[in-house]
Structure formats: C-alpha cells, structure tokens
C-alpha cells in the first residue's frame, strides 16, 4: 500500500498560480491512475483531475483549461499546476493512487485558500 503525502498548498490571490505536489512512499507504476481530489468546507469531496500511466488526463469541467496534472513515475510524484485560481478553488486538495476508480489511501490533504 502506497503512503502519499501532498504539499504545495498556501492562501493565494484570485487569478494567482500554485503548483501541489505529491510524493509517493514507494512505486506508483503500479497504479494506472494518479487522481487529485478537493474538498471544500461542508461539500464533499469532488473529483479535480487525473493523469494515466501513458500520460492520458482528464479534468472536472470547472478546472479546465487552468489546472496541468502531471506524473513522473521513476520520482514517484504527481503534481497538479493551478493557474488562473478562483475563490471557489479553496478546498483541500488530496491525491490518490488508483485505476478506474480512486485507491483505498489517501493522503492528509493541502490546504488552497483563494482570496477574493
């Protein structure tokens, strides 16, 4: 079982950029889907993006066109670039190893607050 651990978060302006990261604790190779999830306070948690092993991705329609996910397997990482950021990006932002379907583990999440 893969341990993930994110980072990157911090309190930005609206229309300011930051790039999450996400370090893996062992080989995500094995996991033909790396996803970012967010959740805002009192919603739940919502699907943001998600990057393939060959490098496929998709993104929820209210981050497309600003937010790049990305992966380097042999660095064990994923990292999602936010441009263009809106208050109604503010959440926790969590990444998941997994297939068709999120993984069982999660990491403890990073905190986007976008000011208005």
């Known amino acids: 079982q893969v341990q993930l651990v994110e980072s990157g978060g911090g309190l930005v302006q609206a229309g300011g950029s930051l790039t999450l990261s996400c370090a893996a604790s062992g080989s995500i190779w094995s996991f033909n889907t790396m996803y970012w999830y967010r959740q805002a306070p009192g919603k739940q948690r919502e699907f943001v993006a998600m990057?393939?092993?060959?490098?496929?991705?998709n993104y929820a329609d209210s981050v497309k066109g600003r937010f790049t996910i990305s992966r380097d397997n042999a660095k064990k990482a994923v990292w999602l670039q936010m441009n263009s950021l809106k208050p109604e990006d503010t959440a926790v932002y969590y990444c998941?190893?997994?297939?068709?379907?999120?993984?069982?583990?999660w990491g403890q999440g990073t905190q986007v607050t976008v000011s208005s």
């Open positions: 998941n190893a997994g297939g068709n379907y999120p993984g069982s583990s």
């Open positions: 990057v393939t092993r060959g490098g496929n991705t």
